[in-house]
């Protein structure tokens, strides 16, 4: 069985988060809502190879990503409804911060399950950072919903691209609450973006 490979985590961020800036870009130079989704459904599986030869096992979270960046774009793809892939972000989001909240009213932190091994930091700061992430999903969603169902596909991409932005602000915006609490001393990585996928 070959072994795993240590890459940096720009790697990782880089191929999960090159998909959905390859969606953008195509759209803002064709205006073709069309053939960006193609683009996202097959960079999604592009990155998910990409990722297993150069780490040489997949990771969870950017397989569950790319299946569902599958998923939606391909039934948006097949009932010509671009819709669809614009809920992927209002669903997935908010069910990420729904299992955040619900790991935590059971005692139980799905966020320290993830990263647990990245980061040592006390139950408390764990349960911290776990609020934070749940929220910014939320916030997500929510605005995420708001901007598909009033705006035109051209302002949706536009925010979907301030978004992705976003998302890795928030998570090196993490960095100082880390470096408090981590206990195992050195200075942590930020954790990753929230969502790197459209």
């Given at each position: 069985m070959a072994e795993r490979r240590s890459l940096p985590a720009w790697f990782g961020y880089a191929v999960d988060g090159a998909p959905g800036v390859a969606f953008i870009a195509v759209y803002l130079v064709t205006r073709d809502f069309r053939l960006a989704t193609w683009v996202i459904v097959v960079g999604s599986l592009v990155a998910l190879a990409a990722s297993l030869v150069a780490e040489r096992r997949i990771r969870p979270i950017p397989a569950i990503t790319s299946a569902l960046a599958v998923v939606f774009g391909g039934g948006s793809l097949l009932l010509h409804d671009p819709q669809i892939i614009k809920m992927k972000m209002t669903i997935v989001d908010g069910l990420?911060?729904?299992?955040?909240?619900?790991?935590?009213?059971?005692?139980?932190?799905?966020?320290?399950?993830?990263?647990?091994?990245?980061?040592?930091?006390?139950?408390?700061a764990w349960r911290t950072l776990a609020i934070r992430y749940a929220l910014f999903w939320w916030v997500c969603a929510i605005a995420n919903e708001v901007v598909r169902r009033t705006q035109s596909d051209h302002t949706w991409v536009i925010f979907r691209g301030a978004a992705l932005a976003v998302a890795v602000v928030f998570a090196l915006a993490q960095t100082p609450f880390l470096m408090k609490h981590n206990r195992a001393g050195g200075e942590p990585e930020a954790p990753p973006p929230p969502d790197l996928g459209i």
């Open positions: 990420l911060g729904a299992a955040l909240f619900a790991g935590l009213a059971l005692k139980k932190n799905p966020l320290k399950m993830a990263l647990g091994g990245t980061f040592q930091l006390s139950d408390g």
